[in-house]
């Protein structure tokens, strides 16, 4: 499968490394088509791997993932394209993290809405669902370095492109248990964690770590 990734960073680099190894072309996207990143993770990654802007991962993908900076992450889809996204599952990784006033960072969208509700409300014909953002990035592609059961969430209002990602997760991430929260405004919970995930990470002294949801 062709699959467009939106951001450069680590987020971006772990998703697109992983979907390479398990066997599909990748288009790596940043704001400009020479992106040193970008240009040192193709070599790295293999035939499989190639990069451009956010335009062309998005054209090239049969699925994108949105992994840019939650606070620029509208900007960047708009330079990706409305037609490039048509009918695209649009799976946001993305938190809004706002690092202005130094550490830790704040929610730059909070309590009324999400950044997945503003992407879904401006991209309407793209079927966004939200994903993967309550974890590491290495966590998110490899759940097995954190031992014993744990849970990653998924929201989204298009009920087949939620199916679609769970299979995604379970199968090419090797997620076990996948939680359906409803429609894309649970994304709001979803981001509003995150607060909470930096405080456990400085108490734990790590990033590898998640949370499983016990219930009757």
């Known amino acids: 499968?062709?699959?467009?990734?939106?951001?450069?960073?680590?987020?971006?680099?772990?998703?697109?490394?992983?979907?390479?190894?398990?066997?599909?072309?990748?288009?790596?996207?940043?704001?400009?088509?020479?992106?040193?990143?970008?240009?040192?993770?193709?070599?790295?990654?293999?035939?499989?791997?190639?990069?451009?802007?956010?335009a062309d991962a998005a054209a090239f993908g049969e699925i994108v993932f949105n992994c840019t900076a939650g606070t620029v992450s509208l900007e960047a889809l708009r330079a990706a394209g409305q037609d490039n996204l048509s009918g695209k599952v649009l799976i946001d990784v993305a938190n809004p993290l706002d690092f202005s006033r130094g550490m830790p960072p704040t929610l730059s969208i909070c309590n009324t809405e999400s950044l997945a509700e503003l992407i879904q409300f401006e991209f309407t014909k793209a079927r966004v669902v939200k994903a993967l953002n309550t974890v590491n990035a290495q966590v998110m592609v490899n759940p097995a370095i954190v031992p014993g059961e744990h849970d990653i969430f998924l929201c989204g209002n298009d009920a087949g492109a939620k199916t679609q990602v769970a299979t995604i997760l379970r199968d090419w991430f090797g997620w076990r248990t996948v939680v359906d929260l409803g429609d894309i405004t649970a994304a709001r919970g979803m981001e509003m964690y995150l607060p909470l995930w930096l405080r456990l990470m400085g108490s734990f002294k790590s990033p590898h770590f998640n949370v499983h949801v016990a219930h009757v």
């Open 1 to 54: 499968m062709r699959i467009g990734v939106l951001g450069t960073g680590n987020v971006g680099q772990t998703i697109g490394g992983k979907l390479v190894q398990v066997g599909h072309e990748v288009k790596l996207g940043s704001r400009t088509a020479e992106n040193a990143k970008a240009d040192t993770w193709t070599k790295q990654a293999g035939e499989r791997a190639s990069h451009g802007t956010f």
